[in-house]
């Protein structure tokens, strides 16, 4: 008998990161965290973080997964190594929602800028996101075929919203 195929899975906790080759699944929870994923259609390769804040891209405890300064610029870095051109990759941006109300700022807010601040100076583009809103969202990284599925909850009890993108 053949036993059945299993899909490798990684299910990433704020500050970790990925990277997959060919196939697998990538998933994570994210509220005002942001996740970034970035794929290559030509050699399957994909990769998911999940960073808590913007950053710096200057500090200095060993979580590079936890900064969004610290870990996109790893993510771009890795796939270069890998002989990928950033150019030819997809990116997609997932979180940010609005968590926290009073005199903390909005966390969210600021991650996403950083993530399309960084990704401008890079010279690339999203080709989605899901970010924003009051609520949180479950992603779903396929290595496969690059597709992400987002379950949007929003705090207030509105409906839930699932996408693929």
């Not at 890998?82 to 903390?104: A, E, H, N, Q, T």
């Not at 999203?126 to 909850?153: M, P």
Request: net charge neutral; with cysteine.
């Amino acid at each position: 008998m053949i036993a059945p195929s299993v899909t490798p899975k990684r299910v990433l906790m704020p500050g970790e990161w990925a990277l997959m080759e060919t196939e697998g699944l990538v998933e994570t929870l994210l509220g005002s965290c942001v996740a970034l994923t970035i794929w290559d259609p030509v050699t399957l390769v994909g990769a998911c973080c999940h960073y808590l804040l913007p950053g710096t891209g200057h500090e200095v405890d060993d979580v590079e997964g936890k900064y969004g300064r610290r870990v996109i610029p790893a993510m771009l870095h890795r796939f270069r190594l890998r002989g990928i051109p950033p150019s030819r990759c997809v990116y997609k941006l997932f979180g940010g929602g609005r968590m926290f109300f009073g005199d903390v700022g909005d966390i969210g807010a600021q991650n996403i800028l950083c993530a399309r601040e960084l990704l401008r100076r890079a010279g690339v583009a999203l080709t989605a996101e899901s970010v924003g809103d009051e609520g949180h969202r479950k992603i779903r990284l396929d290595v496969r075929n690059g597709s992400v599925e987002v379950e949007f909850h929003p705090l207030a009890g509105g409906p839930e919203r699932i996408s693929r993108s």
